[in-house]
């Protein structure tokens, strides 16, 4: 079975100073995680993706995210906030390869930039 | 190339209506999903068509909800009658099928419908 954790509900940084939002999974075959970010009023938008490839993803607008196997983690970073990443964030978990595989999404982060 | 595309944006209906939801997928892609979200807990999955087939329903909450995908192109979600529980956000997605070469399931999103039963 799959299963995401987001640790944190809400996440609020100054602008400039570095974003760090927690996910731990679990999953019986080797996962497919990845990072999803919605703006009010949007879609949910594909951030970054890992699929057994390199362990650090780098994504759009800044973002990237560390695949730990160790720490069953795919914690999401980025350098310097900027005042239009405020969103929520969601990590997702894929348990396998097929098109019948699931998306486990896990429960959201909502991101605020203070200025 | 137009993403995925859902309408209404909003719905406001009363308990006990009926609202049907659409879901335009990305041309050629097979796969259409819904999900929701549902008080802002975590999004749900509710079902999963390949073509015009329900491949996987499971996270349908009950009867009175209805999906179909005719001609396997555009997908409909209907809600009758709608219930207060029934508020949420409905969140469309489609994605290739596998054959195509492609090495896993990402999913593309709609902006969703925001549902709200009064």
């Known amino acids: 079975a799959q299963s995401v954790t987001q640790l944190d509900s809400h996440v609020s940084v100054s602008e400039g100073t570095p974003v760090l939002l927690r996910c731990n999974y679990s999953?019986?075959?080797?996962?497919?995680l990845f990072w999803y970010v919605q703006h009010p009023n949007k879609g949910l938008q594909l951030l970054l993706k890992?699929?057994?490839?390199?362990?650090l993803v780098k994504g759009i607008n800044g973002f990237e995210a560390e695949f730990k196997k160790s720490e069953t983690s795919f914690h999401l970073t980025k350098p310097s906030a900027h005042m239009s990443d405020a969103a929520e964030y969601f990590c997702?978990?894929?348990?396998?390869?097929?098109?019948?595989?699931?998306?486990?999404f896990g429960s959201g982060t909502r991101l605020s930039i203070r200025p | 190339e137009a993403g995925v595309t859902q309408f209404p944006s909003h719905s406001v209906i009363e308990k006990g209506q009926t609202v049907t939801l659409r879901c335009d997928p990305i041309?050629?892609?097979?796969?259409l999903y819904w999900y929701r979200r549902v008080m802002g807990k975590e999004i749900k999955f509710l079902l999963h068509?390949?073509?015009?087939?329900?491949?996987?329903e499971s996270g349908m909450p009950n009867n009175r909800f209805l999906a179909e995908r005719t001609g396997g192109t555009y997908s409909t979600l209907k809600v009758q009658p709608a219930e207060l529980e029934d508020s949420g956000v409905y969140f469309c997605?489609?994605?290739?099928?596998?054959?195509?070469?492609?090495?896993?399931?990402?999913?593309?999103f709609g902006p969703g419908t925001r549902l709200t039963v009064l």
């Open positions: 997605a489609s994605s290739q099928d596998l054959l195509a070469g492609v090495g896993y399931n990402e999913q593309f």
């Open positions: 999953s019986s075959y080797s996962p497919s």
């Open positions: 890992y699929t057994s490839a390199a362990t």
């Open positions: 997702v978990v894929i348990g396998g390869y097929s098109s019948a595989s699931k998306i486990i």
């Open positions: 041309s050629g892609h097979d796969n």
């Open positions: 068509f390949v073509k015009e087939s329900k491949q996987d």
